[in-house]
């Protein structure tokens, strides 16, 4: 499986952003998509989930309620819609592809290259 993000860029704070991931080769072996983001010196952290068949999701309490993940079958994507961002989420986001929807990285087969977000203050 190979995972390609797009649609990351430069925001201001309050500002949003989303962002696709386009999944390619054996997407079968990958129900579950999940979106990670990693900031300089700072661990992987979790930010949403999706299960390709079903279409539940499980969000980070940090983005509950601003952040919407969302599966096009047909097209094979994956997409995160960030509202309202804050400056302390400017991170390298990466798309993930798993078999199980969890918020542990470790779960994750398949990883995207990432896509740099930065929101300014």
């Known amino acids: 499986v190979q995972l390609t993000e797009s649609g990351g860029g430069s925001v201001q704070a309050g500002g949003s952003l989303r962002l696709s991931c386009a999944a390619s080769?054996?997407?079968?072996?990958?129900?579950?998509m999940g979106w990670f983001r990693q900031a300089p010196g700072k661990e992987r952290e979790f930010v949403a989930a999706i299960s390709v068949s079903a279409g539940t999701t499980v969000y980070a309490d940090s983005v509950k309620g601003r952040f919407t993940i969302s599966r096009d079958k047909a097209k094979n994507m994956v997409y995160l819609k960030m509202n309202t961002l804050k400056p302390e989420e400017t991170a390298v986001y990466h798309c993930a592809g798993g078999t199980v929807v969890h918020s542990d990285p470790n779960w994750y087969k398949y990883w995207g290259q990432g896509i740099q977000v930065t929101v300014s203050s």
């Open positions: 080769g054996d997407i079968y072996s990958s129900d579950a």
